[in-house]
């Protein structure tokens, strides 16, 4: 059974930097794309940032020029650097495996709160 276990969420003041990571466990066939999510109170998720193979990224006109998606060469690992973290960043952030066989998993969450 495939689980994505993320880490690296927590409090954090403006302006700040945090890391997430994202692991997947269990037997996985060949990943085609990686991605992290975001929902905050009552919002849609959304995408935050997406990783293709190749690599080719993706990110949110929010994120963009602020966050840094990548991956371990070879693992099942996507980590996303945010920097110059906002208010406006808060919110549960999700990773998400889709591989080539049509394959989707979800990660628990992690909880990310930009305070002062």
């Known amino acids: 059974q495939v689980q994505l276990v993320e880490s690296g969420g927590g409090l954090v003041q403006p302006g700040g930097s945090l890391k997430l990571s994202c692991a997947a466990s269990g037997i996985i066939s060949k990943v085609r794309i990686m991605g992290w999510y975001r929902q905050a109170p009552g919002n849609q998720r959304e995408l935050v940032a997406s990783?293709?193979?190749?690599?080719?990224?993706h990110y949110s006109d929010s994120v963009k020029g602020r966050f840094t998606i990548f991956r371990d060469n070879g693992k099942n690992t996507v980590y996303l650097q945010m920097n110059n973290l906002t208010p406006e960043d808060t919110a549960v952030y999700y990773c998400?495996?889709?591989?080539?066989?049509?394959?989707?998993?979800w990660g628990q969450g992690t909880q990310v709160t930009v305070s002062s």
């Open positions: 998400n495996f889709g591989t080539w066989s049509f394959h989707n998993y």
């Open positions: 990783l293709i193979s190749g690599p080719i990224t």
